[in-house]
């Protein structure tokens, strides 16, 4: 069944024309844990400036607002709105591909809290955020 919820997610992130630009990947979810895994791979698009390497700060957030949704969405059976989202840039994100884990620390009734951690491809920690989200899907 895991397998199942994790491929239709990573359907509805590829029928998203903006989820599908970006060409985040989803890698899995521990229910234990309640921690889901993705990756954002590099674009020229992304880039801050022209031929550098480093991620501009949209393409960042836009990443762990999407991973906390899905998160949350794996748990609940579907897609879920953003009520908000802040994120902590910790130091310049460069070269590959960027990961990402979104914890989802509460779901209550009516809003779930994700925390998300974003890491450049050395591993190193670039970002913090933390999201709450309607869990009524659709």
């Known amino acids: ?39 954002l791979p590099m674009r020229a698009e992304f880039e801050r400036v022209k031929g550098t390497g480093m991620y501009h700060g949209g393409a960042i957030l836009a990443f762990a607002d999407t991973a906390g949704d899905f998160a949350v969405a794996y748990l609940v059976g579907g897609m879920v709105p953003t009520m908000n989202f802040r994120i902590d840039f910790l130091r310049p994100a460069t070269g590959g591909a960027l990961s990402a884990t979104a914890t989802v620390r509460k779901i209550g009734r009516t809003v779930a809290v994700v925390d998300v951690e974003v890491f450049d491809s050395s591993s190193k920690l670039v970002a913090l955020g933390r999201g709450t989200y309607a869990v009524t899907t659709g």
């Open 1 to 39: 069944m895991k397998s199942t919820k994790l491929k239709e997610l990573q359907a509805a992130i590829d029928a998203s024309p903006m989820m599908s630009f970006l060409g985040i990947q989803w890698h899995d979810f521990d229910e234990g844990t309640s921690l889901a895994s993705f990756t």
